[in-house]
């Protein structure tokens, strides 16, 4: 029915309370840098509103600290 870049109402909703969650993240990653969890939410955040690029920069840093949890976000950046 509808397709997969539709973005209605909800989309919209959802998509605006990821960024708030991405600008939260980044926050405290300034405390804790090297946080895998925190990197991977944060990679998780920019797949699921398009930032491919960004996604794939948080990967970058989270293989060198966590390579299986940089391995799970590179495969939900290329799960698209």
Known sequence: MFGRDYKGVFSK?????LEKFIEDLKK???ERPDDPEL??????????????DSAREVYK?????????????LDA????
């Open 13 to 17: 909703m959802g998509e605006g309370l």
């Open 28 to 30: 405290e990653l300034e």
């Open 39 to 52: 990197l991977f939410k944060l990679g998780i955040s920019y797949t699921r509103i398009g930032k491919v």
């Open 61 to 73: 840093r989270l293989r060198e600290i966590d390579p299986d949890k940089a391995k799970e976000l």
């Open 77 to 80: 950046i290329y799960d698209l």
